[in-house]
Antibody, heavy 113, light 106 residues
Framework: EVQLVESGGDLVQPGGSLRLSCAASGFQFGNYLMSWVRQAPGKGLEWVAHITQDGSEAKYVDSVKGRFAISRDNSKNSLYLQMNSLRAEDTALYYC??????WGQGTLVSVSS | DIQMTQSPSSLSASVGDRVTITCRASQSISTFLNWFKQTPGRAPKLLIYSISNLEDGVPSRFSGTGSGTHFTLTISSLQPEDFATYYCQQGYNTPHTFGQGTKLEI
């Protein structure tokens, strides 16, 4: 059974940093492009970033370019999102996704002073 | 960026009704159109991919049509478990934008 378990969400002050992790199991992790999608409280879905199977290429939504970095460790079946210079508008539930049929349950990031 | 516009934003219906949700893309997205269902407190669930292909386990009352920039999701006979929020999404290019959502209510 495919499982995606996110962790690392927390309450952080504006300007702070967080690293989200996604532990994957039940499939050949290294064979799949992986994505992060977020959802602000009471709002819609926003694609954040994706990374290719070998980690050689990453794409980002403009609002996070230069602040967020997606990465993966195929030996550990893990996906990451390093989030720097966090802003209030980054407050959201962050989902780890195998596009597009498998989603984790999300980890909550709150940016507030 | 490709903009995805859904209509209506909300919809009131009853069990047994036939409902259609529309999604328009700001430019052609070929066949790279997906539909998701989300219920409160749950992660989104893929219903339909590539315009009209039902994900495994999705009931046949769901169907998707369209081409180019205009797409529709139809539920032929609403069931109680169908009351949820539905999103379209384009996978044509990044950022893989979503529509704003359609909340289907009783």
């Amino acid at each position: 059974e495919v499982q995606l378990v996110e962790s690392g969400g927390d309450l952080v002050q504006p300007g702070g940093s967080l690293r989200l992790s996604c532990a994957a199991s039940g499939f050949q992790f290294g064979n799949y492009l992986m994505s992060w999608v977020r959802q602000a409280p009471g709002k819609g879905l926003e694609w954040v970033a994706h990374i290719t199977q070998d980690g050689s290429e990453a794409k980002y939504v403009d609002s996070v370019k230069g602040r967020f970095a997606i990465s993966r460790d195929n030996s550990k079946n893990s996906l990451y999102l390093q989030m720097n210079s966090l802003r209030a508008e980054d407050t959201a539930l962050y989902y780890c996704v195998i596009p597009w049929g498998h989603w984790g349950q999300g980890t909550l990031v709150s940016v507030s002073s | 960026d490709i903009q995805m516009t859904q209509s209506p934003s909300s919809l009131s219906a009853s069990v047994g009704d036939r409902v259609t949700i529309t999604c328009r893309a700001s430019q052609s997205i070929s066949t790279f159109l997906n539909w998701f269902k989300q219920t409160p407190g749950r992660a989104p669930k893929l219903l339909i991919y590539s315009i009209s292909n039902l994900e495994d386990g999705v009931p046949s009352r769901f169907s998707g049509t369209g081409s180019g920039t205009h797409f529709t999701l139809t539920i032929s006979s609403l069931q109680p478990e169908d009351f949820a929020t539905y999103y379209c999404q384009q996978g044509y290019n990044t950022p893989h934008t979503f529509g704003q959502g359609t909340k289907l209510e009783i």
